[in-house]
């Protein structure tokens, strides 16, 4: 019997485990000269102009610095798709802030300006548009319709690194800041971890200051400092959410490597755009002529004439030794979301539809060929066998 084929894995190198050993035999294993080399890199291959990135401890606890630093608070709310992780309006709920869900385009299952646009009131302080999959949103006229109504745009590009959008990196746009995850199964990894990026030098300097207990020095700049460094002050009731050393060393290698790692998906995308081709089955959409979309997964949707339902596709394919996920379940299904905000699934047709045929096949580096025309070809039984 063939081996189990897990729906995602890391690939980690000897020079990641190696960065790593050099970190625990310095001494120095929570924020200090690692993370910052990371900062520098991680800004250095956005490439934009007056950009400043933040290294911390989680996707999560960077949105919720992002949302804490342009001010959302009790009676605002914060404009965010209903197809996404919890994470994405949590952070709102963390601020006593209302997040307001939407409903997202079928095809590329992002929140569209026409959504955010029908969502606003006077009540509105941000919108977070969630780069799905590794596709990005239609940023412009998101970013337009924010402008004429003073609200600041706060991406979550937890899966959408390195996409670009006409041209441009995502993390270089013109959103006020944007927020990438570096946990285990994204495009590279940190084990945990995320970065927080803006042009905005006082929402950089209210994040820094957030990240660790709101004291208004860093803990690497006091302990390494020449002279008597030991006083410092809490200006505010800050957080901990900064990235230790350890992490960071896995990051500094990860970001040399992704630019490989990008090809790679791209190519197996496209055996799978391939493989796939002529089956009962929506393939996910494709980024603009000219841009790069991550491929933080590889999303399928079972057409009604596959003549199986998602949930038996999965086991089906478990049972043959192929893992698979679904992303995501949209929020307004989850108990906290739909009674809180007594959200009902004819609110959200568009989300609901997705998630009653997505399937998120294996895509992950470490896979070969022969584990994708593996992959390629139980789909091809199950649905037979149907």
């Known amino acids: ?153 706060i991406e979550d590009a937890a899966h959408a690194l390195p996409t670009t959008y006409r041209g441009k990196l995502v993390g270089t746009l013109d959103s006020d800041i944007t927020v990438f995850s570096f946990y285990a199964n994204k495009t590279m990894t940190t084990g945990e971890g995320g970065m927080v990026v803006t042009r905005n030098p006082e929402l950089a300097k209210r994040c820094k200051i957030m990240r660790l207990h709101g004291i208004s020095r860093d803990a690497f700049d006091r302990y390494v400092s020449t002279k008597p460094a030991w006083s410092y002050e809490v200006v505010a009731p800050g957080f901990k959410y900064n990235m230790p050393d350890i992490c960071a060393a896995i990051g500094i290698h990860q970001l040399k490597r992704l630019k490989g790692f990008q090809v790679k998906r791209e190519s197996m995308a496209e055996i799978y755009n391939k493989g796939l081709a002529g089956l009962p089955l929506i393939l996910p959409m494709q980024p603009l002529v000219g841009d790069h979309h991550a491929w933080h997964l590889y999303p399928i949707r079972l057409k009604e004439e596959s003549g199986i339902s998602r949930s038996v596709f999965i086991e089906k394919m478990a049972e043959k030794g192929i893992g698979c996920s679904v992303h995501f379940i949209p929020l307004h299904l989850h108990p906290y979301w739909r009674d809180t905000y007594k959200l009902t699934p004819d609110m959200f047709p568009v989300a609901q539809k997705i998630y009653e045929q997505e399937v998120s096949i294996p895509l992950y580096t470490k896979m070969t060929e022969e584990d994708q025309f593996r992959v390629i070809e139980v789909i091809r039984q199950v649905l037979a066998d149907a």
Not at 57 to 85: C, K, M, Q, R, W
Not at 89 to 100: H, K, Q
């Open 1 to 153: 019997m063939m081996d189990f084929l897990p729906f995602a894995l890391p690939e980690i190198g000897e020079e990641e485990i190696n960065e790593v050993a050099l970190c625990l035999r310095s001494g120095w294993v929570t924020t200090g000269p690692k993370t910052k080399q990371f900062e520098s890199d991680f800004t250095a291959f956005l490439g934009g102009e007056g950009l400043e990135s933040m290294a911390v401890n989680s996707a999560t606890s960077g949105l919720h610095l992002a949302l804490e630093s342009v001010g959302v608070g009790p009676g605002d709310e914060v404009i965010v798709p209903t197809y996404t992780f919890t994470a994405t309006a949590e952070i709102v709920r963390y601020l006593g802030a209302t997040p307001v869900m939407v409903d997202v385009d079928e095809h590329t299952f992002n929140m569209t300006s026409e959504s955010f646009s029908s969502a606003i009131t006077e009540r509105t302080k941000a919108v977070v548009p969630v780069h799905f999959a590794g596709l990005s949103c239609d940023m412009d006229p998101i970013i337009a319709i924010a402008r004429r109504h003073n609200i600041w745009v």
